[in-house]
């Protein structure tokens, strides 16, 4: 009797604990934030529109109440070099890549450099107008691609410093992107409809008008006295071998332990590089990593009622999934349904562990992290639970050491 009895109160006690747990939601007002009143208020046509934004509601977690690890001084970190703003353009994909390859430039050779994001992306670019015209125009051309987009342009074009090229114009605060895309668009377009497809004047036109909002990229760089181009600046100084790198994803609908497509419109040239592990050891290789001094530049979901840009938080809400249920077959129904989509690249630089659970220290280009302003010690970082990163973030780039255990597994 006294057993039946001690199951009922633990049983109670166990529901009790449950109920406590459950988080709630709120319907919160539209509230201007950093990219309304700095970013846009600093480009010329959006000041001119004078536009009264939209006022509606979004659905959020209600965070009240809730103990959030949000003091940056209690993450273990890597180094990394300050946040920058990718301004009103889609170029996370570079932003959050490049930032996580200065982090592996110091930890490979200690060298503090910055890089130019915008050479990056200038590249990319007429990359991607030389594939819509082989492909006759099916190529998406887009502002966005994905982390393993760096490696392939350093590979043929290298890099160079940030003060070495900007890809702003004189007086330029923010970078903008809005009418150099629209151009470039419609200029493509129109050689679709035009089926005129000579591919060295298309790449001509697109990069004279590249040059005209972005400058030109430099075809030399002088460091530390010494001229080289940025092939040799990649080889010789910075000293990244490209093929030390690896993209990692998680998905049910592929085989595991195959290099697979990332089938999501900003893989534009379907790579199918990405290494496919089960997901308890996709999340082992970010906890290991993480704890060995490495960081992870991540890629994924940031529209969830548990990411709120103003509390600098992620996390996945009860009334979505609990927790202790998140697992492969939730993860995959989410991408499948497309309720996670491949919206934005960031980088993890620093953990913190409360009530055995890892939080992220995740540094950001976007304006949502900006909120809390200049002044505070987390300008530029979001705070991210395990479980959101396990539910919401489809893929990172590591270092191919953090990945020696899970390579021979792989089929050749």
Not at 64 to 71: E, F, R, V
Not at 173 to 182: D, F, G, R
Not at 260 to 288: G, Q, R, T
């Amino acid at each position: 009797m006294k057993k039946f009895v001690l199951t009922i109160a633990l049983f109670t006690a166990a529901t009790a604990l449950f109920a406590q747990n459950k988080d709630k939601a709120v319907f919160k007002d539209y509230q201007p934030g950093y990219y309304q009143n700095y970013i846009l208020k600093g480009i010329d046509e959006y000041q001119q529109k004078q536009e009264t934004p939209k006022i509606e509601k979004k659905y959020k977690i209600d965070l009240s109440g809730m103990d959030l690890p949000t003091n940056i001084d209690l993450y273990t970190k890597q180094w990394y070099n300050e946040p920058v703003s990718q301004g009103n353009t889609g170029t996370c994909w570079c932003f959050s890549t490049t930032s996580y390859f200065e982090s592996e430039i110091y930890r490979l050779s200690k060298q503090k450099v910055k890089l130019s994001e915008i050479y990056t992306v200038y590249w990319e670019y007429v990359e991607k107008a030389r594939s819509f015209v082989k492909t006759r125009g099916v190529t998406a051309f887009s502002e966005g691609s994905e982390s393993n987009a760096v490696t392939r342009i350093w590979s043929t074009y290298g890099i160079v410093p940030e003060d070495a090229y900007t890809g702003l114009l004189s007086g330029q605060v923010y970078h903008n992107h809005a009418k150099l895309y629209e151009e470039m668009n419609s200029y493509l377009q129109s050689i679709k409809t035009s089926n005129a497809w000579n591919e060295d004047v298309v790449l001509a036109t697109i990069r004279s008008i590249l040059n005209s909002y972005l400058g030109t990229p430099p075809t030399k760089v002088t460091v530390n006295g010494k001229e080289m181009t940025p092939q040799e600046y990649l080889n010789n100084v910075l000293k990244l071998n490209l093929n030390d790198y690896v993209d990692v994803t998680s998905l049910l609908e592929k085989p595991y332990f195959e290099q697979v497509e990332y089938k999501v419109p900003d893989n534009w040239w379907h790579s199918a590089e990405y290494y496919n592990l089960p997901l308890d050891d996709y999340m082992k290789v970010i906890k290991n990593a993480i704890r060995k001094g490495y960081t992870i530049g991540i890629g994924g979901d940031v529209s969830e009622a548990g990411f709120d840009p103003f509390a600098q938080v992620a996390l996945i809400p009860s009334f979505d999934i609990p927790s202790d249920y998140i697992d492969e077959y939730a993860r995959q129904f989410r991408f499948t349904n497309q309720t996670t989509t491949d919206d934005h690249g960031l980088h993890i630089v620093g953990y913190y562990e409360k009530d055995g659970k890892d939080w992220y220290l995740v540094k950001d280009s976007g304006s949502g992290s900006r909120n809390v302003g200049k002044q505070s010690k987390s300008f530029g970082f979001y705070f991210f639970r395990e479980d959101y990163v396990k539910l919401k973030i489809m893929d990172f780039i590591i270092h191919k050491d953090m990945l020696k255990d899970y390579l021979p597994k792989f089929k050749k």
